[in-house]
């Protein structure tokens, strides 16, 4: 659970140190409320929520306005045979990178825990604090968006 906890406070503040202290901040937090452990739901959604809003509060209290998703470490699981590939699949992340971080703050979240975390519908609404409708709502948004940029963006040139 921990490089989970470790991996939704990483894609917010970017910074490695940062999402390692959010994280030790959520474990001893969780730690001291053991003896309520049998009346949470799921610990789990617990730990995420709450990392995700300790890994938020340190990026506003940092004043951090303009931040990217990083994709550069997925690089390494495109086929680079050549150098000609190995630079379309950076540009092709560059892309992807762009319009991730143009969508709305929820459908990021979403999107992020459906698909890096492998979290269902019913665990992302409740770590967002949203129903599962808005769950699929969101994703489906994103990914229609993502979508629609790529396409353009192929299409005409960015």
């Given at each position: 659970?921990?490089?989970?906890?470790?991996?939704?406070?990483?894609?917010?503040?970017?910074?490695?140190?940062?999402?390692?202290?959010?994280?030790?901040?959520v474990m001893l937090k969780i730690w001291d409320?053991?003896?309520?452990?049998?009346?949470?739901?799921?610990?789990?959604?617990?730990?995420?929520?709450?990392?995700?809003?300790?890994?938020?509060?340190?990026?506003?209290?940092?004043?951090?306005?303009?931040?990217?998703?990083?994709?550069?470490?997925?690089?390494?699981?495109?086929?680079?045979?050549?150098?000609?590939?190995?630079?379309?699949?950076h540009e092709q992340l560059s892309i992807l990178?762009?319009?991730?971080?143009?969508?709305?703050?929820?459908?990021?979240?979403?999107?992020?825990?459906?698909?890096?975390?492998?979290?269902?519908?019913?665990?992302?609404?409740?770590?967002?604090?949203?129903?599962?409708?808005?769950?699929?709502?969101?994703?489906?948004?994103?990914?229609?968006?993502?979508?629609?940029?790529?396409?353009?963006?192929?299409?005409?040139?960015?």
């Amino acid at each position: 659970m921990k490089n989970l906890l470790l991996g939704v406070a990483w894609r917010i503040t970017q910074n490695r140190m940062e999402a390692e202290d959010v994280v030790q901040d959520v474990m001893l937090k969780i730690w001291d409320m053991r003896n309520e452990w049998d009346n949470m739901k799921s610990i789990e959604a617990y730990c995420m929520t709450m990392t995700k809003n300790k890994a938020l509060d340190k990026l506003k209290n940092k004043n951090f306005h303009a931040r990217q998703t990083d994709l550069s470490g997925l690089a390494h699981y495109t086929d680079n045979s050549n150098p000609h590939q190995r630079t379309e699949s950076h540009e092709q992340l560059s892309i992807l990178q762009q319009v991730l971080t143009s969508l709305p703050e929820k459908q990021q979240q979403a999107l992020q825990l459906r698909e890096f975390e492998e979290k269902t519908y019913q665990e992302i609404a409740e770590i967002l604090h949203i129903t599962e409708e808005q769950v699929k709502v969101s994703l489906f948004r994103a990914r229609q968006k993502i979508r629609e940029e790529i396409k353009h963006i192929n299409s005409y040139g960015i």
